[in-house]
């Protein structure tokens, strides 16, 4: 019999539904396998007994003939940043250790609606600020993949690092993701898999925990670009819970896959051949290029010409709204509580956000109520907004020469954990790539491409116009079929 | 612009974060490389661009004007209100006493 484990969204919607093996097989397979890597330490808790009791719901109506979801039969690992109920929800932070939600966040409700099931909640950077998956209060998340000739523990990105690090390792077929500045596409690049941040408003943010507001969008995390497509088509859709939500109808992307790019125009942005990009990360983008090339796309460049102000505005604008967001952490109403004895409520604020927060939390918390201040408020956070639109009319210029945006998704590979943390700023420019389309609410999506000299993935990224996750669906395709990324981490977990 | 401990100090206040001196002594490098590093935002002609906080324009949508309208998010759940709170007392959130 196959191993279960080594399939895919669609391979086991479609075996579960053609009867090939039921679905409790799939959620029992990937239980163990999630049991037998504990070192990777990608998931927080692990909710085996959810994973079955969905499975054994599709099965159910399979044997009832009644008709089945889109993610029908297909166990996942949904990162600790959504809402779940029942199940602890603590964004990878001590001050919301033990949180319990009476309610379910919208994109999870979906999936388990499709037919999906939870293996855990994933691991994460705290509250979703990091690049390496290093800020997690309940330790790192390690890559499945090693640096050749070394054994060194490796990062696999973040935010979502639990996610990238389980659907790479083969622990989950799939996994949610969010992006506020680059969080799906990073880790997705660093590990070899595919990752989707749709059009801001596609996908509701209720019941995900706020990092900036304007910025957070979910999406799936997964091996193969059908597969990104049709979880997408499960996550995405109007609510009218979340006041920014998308008012409009999710197409079939899946069914609407092709990657016959004759016609389209690729475009590529001059402003992103930055110094201290790696060669084999350039020389990747060439390929990419002529990979599109061989599709039928026309090759035209481009400029962005805000590109480099558009990570200090991000680091504005994002801890801006995460000052605020994180405001509501108080010790009042849920999570933790720090309460010297015979102190005020003033001083069991205080006490309670020093214990229950992380030094990279504090940072962006600081730094965003500096920012906000009376005072500097114009010079900062109204020059940042000023900037954010100048970095999308940029995006809206070249969008009248092109169809799609082809750049690297990150400037290097992997790198090993606890080899970046002499400078905060050393980090944040590793999503130097991904933050401009973060800022613009741009579709964009990670592929992986090819293997570095080191044995390590490197992704290419796609950006589309808004709504347009279809062409970016696309041209990721017809990488994917070009690049024939096959390579997985040799298991030592 | 840069940040001494002293105003580092007074941002921590503001934002409800407990620090020692050794955390302030700590941060102001940390902050000063961030604030100089984004200082380069102001080399950017913003001449007439007006500053973005939404990037899909969008009108907040009014719900119906029905009580209840929503089940999850209406009146009526104390109960699920109150699960996760540190100290719930007679169906209040409790916190030390405060006199002013």
């Known amino acids: 019999m196959t191993d279960l484990t080594q399939l895919g969204v669609k391979d086991i919607r479609d075996g579960v539904r053609a009867g090939d093996f039921t679905a409790r097989e799939v959620a029992e397979s990937f239980n163990a396998a999630v049991a037998a890597a504990a070192s990777l330490n990608a998931f927080i808790v692990t909710t085996p007994d959810h994973a079955l009791a969905a499975a054994d719901k599709v099965d159910a109506a399979r044997a009832a003939g009644e008709p089945l ?158 597969d990104c497509a049709i979880m997408l088509g499960a996550m995405a859709g109007f609510d009218p819970k979340d006041s920014t939500s998308l008012q409009m109808d999710v197409p079939d992307w899946e069914a609407a896959l092709n990657s016959d790019l004759r016609g389209k125009k690729v475009g590529i942005p001059r402003e992103y051949r930055m110094e201290g990009t790696d060669q084999a990360i350039l020389d990747s983008w060439e390929q990419g290029k002529a990979w599109l090339k061989d599709a039928g796309a026309e090759i035209v460049d481009v400029s962005l010409p805000h590109t480099k102000y558009a990570l200090p505005a991000y680091y504005i604008v994002a801890p801006a709204e995460a000052s605020s967001n994180l405001a509501r952490y108080d010790g009042v109403r849920y999570g933790l509580r720090d309460l010297p004895e015979g102190v005020g409520l003033q001083d069991m604020y205080a006490a309670t956000r020093a214990a229950g927060f992380g ?58 954990l606890g080899s970046m943390n002499e400078d905060p700023l050393t980090m944040y420019l590793n999503d130097v790539f991904a933050v401009p389309a973060s800022l613009a609410g741009l579709p964009a999506m990670s592929v992986p491409a090819t293997i570095n000299a080191d044995g390590l993935p490197l992704g290419l990224q796609l950006v589309g116009r808004p709504f347009d996750e279809q062409g970016v669906l696309n041209a990721g395709l017809a990488i994917q079929q070009r690049a024939g990324f096959t390579a997985k981490p040799e298991k030592w977990w | 612009m840069s940040v001494d401990k002293a105003t580092v100090a007074k941002i921590a206040s503001l934002a409800r974060i407990r620090m020692d001196d050794a955390a302030l002594e700590q941060m102001v490098p940390e902050l000063n490389g961030i604030l100089q590093w984004v200082e380069q935002l102001g080399e950017v002609d913003v001449t007439g661009i007006e500053p973005m906080a939404a990037v899909i324009p969008n009108t907040l949508r009014l719900r119906a004007d029905v009580i209840d309208a929503d089940p999850l998010t209406g009146g009526g759940r104390q109960g699920d209100i109150l699960a996760n709170a540190p100290a719930a007392e007679h169906g209040f959130f409790g916190v030390p006493k405060v006199i002013e």
């Not at chain 1, 855990?120 to 050749?148: C, H, I, R």
């Not at chain 1, 965003?368 to 100048?390: E, I, N, P």
């Open chain 1, 69 to 226: 979801g889109a993610m029908a039969g297909v166990p996942i690992g949904m990162k600790d940043l959504f809402a779940t109920h029942g199940v602890q929800t603590t964004a990878a932070s001590h001050i919301l250790e033990g949180f319990t939600p009476r309610y379910e966040s919208t994109v999870s409700q979906k999936l388990w609606d499709a037919g999906a099931g939870m293996l855990g909640k994933l691991n994460l950077d705290q509250f979703a600020m990091g690049s390496s998956n290093e800020t997690s209060y309940f330790g790192n998340v390690t890559s499945p993949w090693k640096k050749a000739g070394s054994n060194a523990a490796m990062s696999p990105g973040g935010s979502s690092g639990g996610s990238s690090s389980a659907v790479a390792a083969r622990i989950a077929p799939a996994a949610t993701g969010t992006d506020t500045g680059g969080s799906i596409r990073q880790p997705a690049a660093f590990t070899g898999i595919c990752g989707i941040k749709p059009t801001y408003g596609r996908c509701s943010r209720w019941g995900i925990v706020a990092f900036a507001s304007s910025l957070d969008q979910a999406g799936p995390m997964a091996r193969s670009v059908e």
């Open chain 1, 359 to 416: 030094d990279e939390v504090k940072r962006r918390i600081l730094i965003g109520t500096y920012v906000l201040s009376a005072g500097f408020y114009d010079a900062y956070y109204t020059q940042a907004q000023k900037v954010r639109a100048l970095v999308a009319r940029d995006f809206e210029r070249a969008f009248e020469q092109c169809d799609v945006i082809l750049a690297p998704t990150t400037p290097t590979a992997s790198f090993p």
